[in-house]
């Protein structure tokens, strides 16, 4: 089983549309957790940190259920420019100070027009 | 620099060739990463430098594979005799410490044939 799993995907939504992506992580000790964002051939660049009590960017939110091991991306009112794939992404440190970032395999959003 | 830089951006290399790609992370950034990501997944992790030292290089797919940063800044990524499946883009990221989001370079995309 993969640290990091999200939903396969792809999802392709009518502009307008409100999409949820879903995300669970294995790693209980698991401490900090952030949804990225990657457009074809380009780097993965930070969309929003997620955080316990949940968190809300304009059209994005985001949620954490530690007890669940569950994390959840919402976009509402889904734009063109939307169209990407969302990495769901959870920080560990390991016994010492080595830090661990692990990807999850990304779920593609095509909005439509 | 203003951001993670990486070079080359693309490399095409003969089976059994060895590969040289470099990071040049932003200035002062004390966490660095390299990541492996094949199309159509998730970046994956090969290791993890503190400053200098490689706190974690469990990610490294095999001993063909090796990376140095040897004054805690600039880093390079080796693949010695090279084979089909090292194929795929090469991420750097660097963070200013170790409870900081990441920051991509554009990759290096290396091409075995």
């Known amino acids: 089983r993969k640290e990091v799993e999200q939903d396969p995907g792809p999802f392709n939504v009518p502009e307008g549309a409100t999409v949820a992506f879903n995300c669970t992580y294995s790693?209980?000790?698991?401490?900090?957790f952030f949804w990225y964002r990657q457009d074809c051939r380009k780097e993965p660049k930070l969309l929003m940190s997620?955080?316990?009590s949940g968190n809300e960017d304009g059209r994005f939110t985001a949620q954490l259920n530690r007890a669940s091991q569950y994390i959840s991306l919402l976009i509402r009112d889904s734009k063109l420019s939307d169209s990407a794939t969302y990495l769901c992404v959870v920080n560990t440190f390991s016994s010492g100070s080595a830090r661990q970032l692990t990807f999850g395999s990304g779920t593609q959003l095509t909005v439509l027009p | 620099g203003a951001g993670v830089s990486q070079s080359p951006r693309y490399k095409v290399a003969k089976r059994g060739q060895d590969v040289a790609l470099r990071c040049d992370p932003i200035?002062?950034?004390?966490?660095l990463f390299w990541y492996q990501q094949a199309l159509g997944q998730g970046p994956e992790f090969l290791t993890y430098f503190q400053n200098e030292a490689q706190l974690d290089k469990s990610g490294l797919p095999s001993d063909r594979f090796f990376a140095e940063r040897p004054e805690g800044s600039v880093s390079t990524l080796k693949i010695q005799r090279t084979q089909q499946e090292d194929s795929a883009v090469y991420l750097c990221a660097s963070s200013p410490g170790q409870y900081n989001v990441l920051t991509f370079g554009a990759g290096s995309r290396l091409t075995v044939l």
């Open positions: 200035s002062g950034h004390v966490s």
């Open positions: 997620v955080y316990s």
């Open positions: 790693n209980s000790a698991s401490q900090s």
